[in-house]
């Protein structure tokens, strides 16, 4: 079989051009949970920041995923108190299996010069500096994508809940029901999940929860966010639990394996792990960590600090051939303050 790259990132990111007289760029990090959009000075650094709903297009379909795009850019923008013309450059990171659809309607209504890409290019920027290495996304979903030296790019998962997501927050809290239900009819072991999960969905039993995962149905977000409670629970012990997460860790941790060999990856290169299922800590970054350094002992592993939103800005620099004007570590803090401040 021939094995095309599932993703190459465009010509305009790998090619930029040379904007003199660029100041404003925007970066937009859309996912199954929230959508966020920043305009950034690159004279004075200052971030105007705004929020929306989801814009997974899997999540919510491609009309409501272009609608929390571009409000929340148009917010972006209004409070940097520009107009869109006087953009640089804007990259759009958006989660999903194909961002197609949605990067035509964002074309059609905006401008060919804002580049749509999926969410895992722009965690590989967030984890990098857009440099060689690799991202890999566990949050309500899972993705990994990376570039060797040559340029080489591959991505290995994202396939959505339904084929893929392995590791992410979505399949930890299946994969926790599921070990619930096993434990409730004795096809598997005990487990402490059997109690804390009609707890936190607020049903009576693990079989009323059963029915409600196929009545209601419950949502991704909904499911994902059980998988806090499973960290918990491993955290005290649960023997279940803790393998769940060891699962996980090791399938995400072998699809990164397989960027590493396609990408021709070889020595020392940043793996950057991106998003909130990472907030479990040790439970699931070390066995990650462990199949990593099977084939990559040099490797240097680690949990990003920066938010995501900011490799969509170091991509859009990058576009418009002011890439040198961000410092990664300034930048996380400029981002880690503005999304502070919003939060507040």
Known sequence: MQRDPLIQPPSELTRPRTSADARFVMGIDGGATKTVAVVLDLETHALHLAHRGPSNEDAVGPKLAVEALLEAADEAIERAGIVQDE???????????????????????????????????????????????????????????????????????????????????????????????????????????????????????????????????LTKREIAAFAVETAELAERGDAVARELYERGARELGAQVVTVVRRTGLQGSFPVGLIGGSFKAGAILVEPLVEVVHECAPEASVSVVEMAPVGGTLLLAARACGHGEALDPGELTRLIDSALGEASG
Request: charge should be negative; charged fraction near 15%.
């Open 87 to 217: 953009l640089g450059a804007a990259v759009l990171a958006v989660a999903g299996i194909d961002t197609d659809a949605v990067a035509r309607h964002v074309r059609s209504a905006r401008s060919d010069a804002w580049i749509v890409v999926n969410d895992v290019v722009g965690a590989w920027a967030t984890a990098t500096a857009a440099g060689p290495g690799i991202g890999a996304i566990s949050g309500t979903g899972s993705n990994v994508f990376g570039v060797g030296p040559g340029g080489r790019a591959w991505r290995a998962g994202g396939w959505g809940h339904l084929l893929g997501d392995e590791g992410s927050g979505y399949w930890l809290g299946l994969q926790s029901i599921k070990a619930a239900l096993r434990d409730r009819e004795a096809s598997g072991p005990e487990t402490a999940l059997s109690d804390a999960a009609p707890t936190f969905f607020g049903v009576p039993s693990v079989e009323a929860l059963a029915a409600l995962v196929y009545s209601k149905p």
